[in-house]
């Protein structure tokens, strides 16, 4: 069954330090998110990402976060001057529409850790 | 905004037993999803409700959506220990492509 990949599987950084996630979607899908959870806490939404460019995004979707799909397969989140608050798992997804619903298939997560 | 609500927060039941979590959302939603995790993974889907009165059902899991009511159920029938994880819903809108999902449902099957 195809998924989606990222990594790391968990990164410890130093606050202040520039962070990049990375994700490579389901190939045939179209639509691409990141969403990130605290430890114990609901999921997310921070972005979602569509013909090349950002389609939606939330208000923790600050200046210090951007996104990328740099070369057709691959999807990344960079966050670039980490705070403690950062610290979540963050999860991509893609998804493409089917039967007039688009079910988001997630990634494995990648855990921050910001000290 | 979009908000999506779900009670109760934790459930503890005992195996063989029934019980339901409720998702309700603030506005107009054209779609519902339940989405499983498990502690430390991922999200998996489970069902994608699309118009008043869907039911779908997938073994022991049936969920159902009341638009009138924007009000969508997981029944839990005979539970087993296995069904223990956190169940999510979340809600999404027109052409908007993301999910807002609600506070989660940590779900406990005891023997």
Redesign the interface.
């Known amino acids: 069954e195809p998924e989606v990949t990222q990594t790391p599987s968990h990164q410890v950084t130093q606050m202040g330090q520039e962070v990049i996630l990375r994700c490579v979607p389901i190939s045939n899908h179209l639509y691409f998110y990141w969403y990130r959870q605290i430890l114990g806490q609901k999921v997310e939404f921070l972005v979602s990402f569509y013909n090349n460019e950002i389609s939606e995004k939330s208000e923790i979707f600050d200046d210090q976060f951007s996104v990328e799909r740099p070369d057709g397969s691959n999807f990344t989140l960079k966050i670039r001057s980490t705070k403690l608050e950062d610290s979540a798992m963050y999860f991509c997804a893609s998804s493409d529409w089917e039967g007039g619903a688009n079910v988001l298939t997630f990634g494995a997560g990648s855990r921050l850790t910001v000290l | 905004e979009l908000k999506v609500e779900q009670n109760p927060l934790f459930l503890s039941m005992q195996e063989g037993k029934n019980y339901t979590i409720y998702c309700n959302y603030s506005t107009t939603s ?2 519902l ?1 339940w989405y499983r995790q498990d502690p430390g ?5 489970l069902f ?1 409700l ?1 118009s008043n009165g869907a039911v779908k059902q997938e073994g022991r899991l049936m969920a159902s959506l009341d638009t009138k009511a924007r009000l969508s159920t997981l029944h839990i029938t005979a539970a087993v220990h296995d069904l223990s994880a956190t169940y ?1 819903c ?1 809600a ?1 809108t027109g052409t ?9 449902t940590r779900l406990q099957v005891t023997l």
């Open positions: 054209d779609r999803y993974k991922s999200l998996e889907s994608v699309l999510f979340a999404a908007a492509s993301k999910l807002t999902f609600g506070t989660g």
